[in-house]
């Protein structure tokens, strides 16, 4: 591995990087000359996530913390910050997506809870705590993942997480204009259906999966590396005037009314 790299001298924090989109993005970041404090609530991903990025000559460390919790947020960062020095990329990744999530009328009020927990709250604490650690390293980039299903509606529901998604991304914008003259972006990032473990377990059908592809223009599922070099380049200053965007990777989904397969 080249100690040279797109992130070389910075420091990130990545929260759900034991997992898909957030494995992927360690794992680029640190190739990419970044140290990353990969952040997980599964302790046994997060090591194995620390120990792949070893074995190609890369610097993590592990830090086990639930995004839902303040004072695991407020950890995360200071650890992080202990252990390299600085922190300057802010990944608020992890997310979740509830099997029993559905319709206004069928899903529980404790999944409804539980999803803003983790999904939009979890993202809120990463600001509380990540922002003033950007301040003190005279500034960053934060980009918080949301969802292509912030943007669009779908007869096949998922309120909880859908609302969830909306509120990251008008929390992206404001957070982006308050600090906008402070040298931190602050970014929203929209995946498309990706062929990850939160979306597969879910679509657990091919029927289902079929059902799906047949409304993304290109026809096939979205890698969660994919989504990892557009995390790089909102990370990177080479986005260095990009801010407040919600910064769509879906295979052509949002621009679709129709397909080559309709
Ligand atoms: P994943 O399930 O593969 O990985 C998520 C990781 O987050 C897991 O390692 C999990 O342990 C961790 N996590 C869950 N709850 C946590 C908590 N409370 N605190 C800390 N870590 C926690 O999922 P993924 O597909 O990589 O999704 C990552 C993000 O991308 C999520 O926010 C998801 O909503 C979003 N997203 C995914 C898709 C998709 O199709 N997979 C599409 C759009 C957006």
Redesign the pocket.
């Known amino acids: 591995m080249s100690t040279e790299g797109r992130l070389k001298g910075k420091v990130a924090l990545v929260?759900?990087?034991?997992?898909?989109?957030?494995?992927e993005t360690s794992r680029l970041f640190a190739a990419e000359g970044a140290h990353v404090a990969i952040?997980?609530?599964?302790a046994g991903?997060a090591q194995a996530a620390q120990a792949q990025i070893a074995d190609s000559g890369g610097q993590s460390v592990s830090i086990v913390?639930?995004?839902?919790r303040d004072a695991d947020c407020a950890r995360m960062v200071s650890d992080t910050e202990e252990h390299f020095g600085a922190l300057h990329v802010m990944f608020n990744?992890?997310?979740?997506?509830h099997i029993d999530d559905g319709d206004a009328e069928s899903t529980e009020e404790a999944i409804w809870d539980l999803t803003m927990q983790?999904?939009l709250k979890?993202v809120f604490l990463g600001c509380k705590y990540g922002i003033p650690a950007l301040r003190r390293a005279g500034g960053g980039s934060i980009i918080n993942?949301?969802?292509?299903?912030a943007l669009l509606g779908a007869a096949t529901p998922q309120l909880a997480?859908t609302a969830s998604?909306g509120g990251v991304l008008a929390m992206t914008r404001e957070l982006a204009v308050i600090h906008a003259r402070e040298e931190i972006r602050i970014n929203a990032l929209?995946?498309?259906?990706?062929r990850?473990?939160?979306?597969m377990k879910y679509l657990d059908t091919e029927p289902k999966r079929q059902r799906r592809l047949v409304h993304i223009p290109m026809g096939r599922?979205?890698e969660?590396t994919e989504?990892a070099r557009a995390a790089l380049y909102l990370a990177s200053d080479e986005s260095s005037f990009v801010t407040g965007t919600s910064f769509t990777v879906d295979g052509g989904i949002t621009a679709a009314y129709v397909t080559p397969e309709d």
């Open positions: 929260t759900g990087g034991g997992s898909g989109i957030g494995l952040v997980d609530v599964d991903a913390a639930d995004v839902s990744n992890a997310g979740i997506s983790v999904n979890g993942t949301a969802s292509f299903v997480y998604k929209c995946p498309g259906p990706l990850t473990e939160l979306l599922f979205g969660a989504i």
